[in-house]
């Protein structure tokens, strides 16, 4: 039963996650082609922030700090990715 629940919430954040990513793509799409003066900053932001989003996870997985076992690692990634795309969802949404 414990497992199906870990899962369950598991599932419900990565749908959380792909629903925030999504809308983030959009407003950058949006800022982007609409020729927004600070667009290419944009631009080099979203390079920037997934490249460096990626080396933080590395390290915290070479580390042993995402954990040990499957669920654990998937759990704390999820919520790695989260916390940096509500980040640039707030930010995004509020210079709309």
Known sequence: MMQDTAAEALLRDTGKLWVE????????????SLGDPQAGDEMLR????KVWAGWELGVALAMGQLGHD???VCRRTVTHYRRAVRKNLRRLSAND
């Not at 990513?21 to 982007?32: D, P």
């Not at 979203?46 to 922030?49: A, D, P, Q």
Request: no cysteine; hydrophobic share 45%.
């Open 70 to 72: 499957p669920e654990t």
């Open 21 to 32: 990513a999504g809308s983030v793509i959009a407003l950058r799409t949006a800022r982007i």
């Open 46 to 49: 979203m390079v920037t922030e």
